[in-house]
């Protein structure tokens, strides 16, 4: 249950990138580079989560997912100022080194820790946190953005990435906690 409130806030700060990233970039006139970022987001996206899905057993899904949560953070705080072309490539590659684990580490890290029979409604509660999270990130953003600007609704994605961060962290700990005693 834990890993879905995550899951959610972790989703929340996502919604930042589809709704608002082309609405910032296009406010400040740089929406003719706004091809460029999807482009290297995308193509980051692939080339991560290739390289990430080698390395996923070896290393644990908490150690994957705590420095993607990371990477996402930095990525949303780069886009707080004015988007201009180096910040938009510098976060498209952040975010998509972030992006390309979140997800699928989650899902594998709660299938890892669920019992065969209960997989199912498992992994459909993943997909659960995750659309509610979007829903109520969007909303909330957009609130911010409505009241403010866009560079606060990307503070907000950065401080919700942050929270999911330090919601994983302290899962993690009191469960490696748990299993020493």
């Given at each position: 249950m834990k890993k879905m409130i995550v899951m959610a806030v972790a989703a929340m700060g996502q919604s930042a990138l589809y709704t608002f990233l082309p609405l910032h970039a296009t406010a400040h006139?740089?929406?003719?580079?706004?091809?460029?970022?999807?482009?290297?987001?995308?193509?980051?996206?692939?080339?991560?989560?290739?390289?990430?899905?080698?390395?996923?057993?070896?290393?644990?899904?908490?150690?994957?997912?705590?420095?993607?949560?990371?990477?996402?953070a930095l990525g949303f705080g780069v886009m707080i100022p004015p988007p201009v072309p180096l910040r938009l490539a510098v976060s498209a590659v952040l975010l998509a080194a972030g992006s390309s684990a979140l997800y699928p580490m989650l899902v594998a890290l709660v299938v890892d820790r669920v019992p065969g029979r209960e997989r199912g409604v498992a992994i459909g509660t993943v997909s659960g946190a995750w659309d509610l999270g979007v829903f109520a990130g969007s909303l909330s953003i957009a609130a911010i953005v409505e009241h403010a600007s866009y560079g606060a609704g990307f503070a907000t994605a950065t401080a919700l990435t942050v929270i999911a961060l330090g919601g994983l962290v302290l899962i993690e700990r009191r469960r490696v906690t748990i299993q020493a005693t």
């Amino acid at each position: 249950m834990k890993k879905m409130i995550v899951m959610a806030v972790a989703a929340m700060g996502q919604s930042a990138l589809y709704t608002f990233l082309p609405l910032h970039a296009t406010a400040h006139g740089q929406e003719r580079h706004l091809f460029w970022f999807f482009v290297i987001y995308s193509g980051g996206m692939i080339v991560f989560r290739i390289v990430i899905t080698t390395r996923a057993d070896r290393w644990g899904r908490s150690q994957i997912l705590m420095p993607a949560l990371g990477l996402l953070a930095l990525g949303f705080g780069v886009m707080i100022p004015p988007p201009v072309p180096l910040r938009l490539a510098v976060s498209a590659v952040l975010l998509a080194a972030g992006s390309s684990a979140l997800y699928p580490m989650l899902v594998a890290l709660v299938v890892d820790r669920v019992p065969g029979r209960e997989r199912g409604v498992a992994i459909g509660t993943v997909s659960g946190a995750w659309d509610l999270g979007v829903f109520a990130g969007s909303l909330s953003i957009a609130a911010i953005v409505e009241h403010a600007s866009y560079g606060a609704g990307f503070a907000t994605a950065t401080a919700l990435t942050v929270i999911a961060l330090g919601g994983l962290v302290l899962i993690e700990r009191r469960r490696v906690t748990i299993q020493a005693t």
